[in-house]
């Protein structure tokens, strides 16, 4: 089957159960929500890796507040977002009549380029027949491209939710690498905070010799891990980044981590690497592998 790869986001009225929709689909391992300005259009949540296919999931930035939105017209920005994916699922809790804003809602999307689903969020707060009837009055609401009743709980469906948004997204080459899941400006964040320190006294020797991956944060209540690799261009480089007895990497790992907890606002455990990717800079893989 050929690969299958997209952007997806979650709409609906507060407390529709978005979020905590979100950190499900994507596991325990990304749930750091930034507060801070994004620099990129998309701010991707996470990434759902599955053998052929990846489903990334984006956030709509003035969601967050929708309560000044419903009221309102909608924000340029959050058009913007809704413009640019593959997938909607318009989310509707189980437990509350369908209503006037998601009505609203569904009329806006609908209007869009991509496929818009129902998700029935907190299935477990309600009974079977209960379920059946909002299920049926979700259909009467617009023309859902799928409904999915899922809850976030207890699990119930994800995988199937999973299948349904892939099932709408366009054949594509993978666009992220394996195994990162990862909230994306904050990850470019510490990634130039660990090289800004590895450079430092050694500026000289190897200008433009080091570049930085973060492979993986994972968050685990008040403490985040990060698990960063650092490359440079030969293996008498790698020598200098450690130091005498790995001194000197012992230090940098110090620096960045007091950074990076002033910018994650949790405890952090740092886990850096020293790699050596030959000659980096004159090999494309290497530099696209690198974000160059
Ligand atoms: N029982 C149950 N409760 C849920 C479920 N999903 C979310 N909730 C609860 O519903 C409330 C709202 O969930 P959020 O994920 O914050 O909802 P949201 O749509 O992101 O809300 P806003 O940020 O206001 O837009 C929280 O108290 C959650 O704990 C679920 O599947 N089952």
């Known amino acids: ?7 997806a986001c979650f709409v609906g009225r507060p407390n529709a159960g978005k979020s905590t929709l979100l950190n499900a689909l994507v596991g325990q391992k ?6 801070r300005p994004q620099t990129t259009r998309h701010v991707i949540r996470g990434v759902v890796h599955q053998p052929d296919a990846q489903v990334i999931l984006v956030d709509t930035p003035g969601l967050h507040r929708p309560r000044t939105l419903l009221g309102e017209r909608l924000g340029d920005l959050v058009r913007q977002t809704w413009s640019e994916v593959d997938v ?3 989310c509707m809790p189980a437990d509350e009549d369908v209503g006037r804003g998601d009505r609203f809602i569904a009329a806006e999307v609908g209007e869009l380029k ?8 907190k299935a477990d707060l309600v009974p079977r027949e209960k379920l059946a009837a909002r299920l ?3 259909q009467e609401l617009h023309p859902f491209a799928d409904i999915v009743p899922v809850s976030a709980v207890s699990g119930e469906n994800l995988d199937r939710l999973i299948e349904v948004l892939t099932s709408h997204l366009p054949a594509s080459p993978q666009l992220y690498p394996d195994g990162m899941i990862t909230d994306e400006p904050e990850q470019v964040l510490i990634a130039e905070m660990v090289r800004e320190a590895a450079l430092e006294g050694v500026r000289d020797e190897l200008p433009h010799s080091i570049a930085v991956v973060v492979e993986e944060l ?3 209540g008040n403490l985040t891990k ?13 020598a200098i980044v450690i130091g005498h007895r790995g001194e000197r990497l012992k230090g ?3 620096k960045a981590r007091g950074e990076i907890e002033e910018l994650l606002g949790t405890k952090v455990y740092l886990d850096l690497h020293v790699r050596v990717a030959k000659d980096w800079q004159r090999d494309p893989r290497q530099l696209r592998k690198l974000g160059f």
């Open 30 to 35: 990304i749930a750091i929500t930034s507060n």
């Open 136 to 138: 049926l009055a979700v």
């Open 88 to 90: 909607i699922g318009l």
């Open 252 to 254: 940098v790992g110090t």
């Open 114 to 121: 991509a496929t818009v689903i129902a998700v029935v969020t």
């Open 218 to 220: 994972i968050r685990e």
């Open 1 to 7: 089957m050929d690969y299958k790869a997209g952007f």
């Open 226 to 238: 990060v698990y960063a690799d650092v490359y440079v261009e030969r293996s008498s480089q790698k």
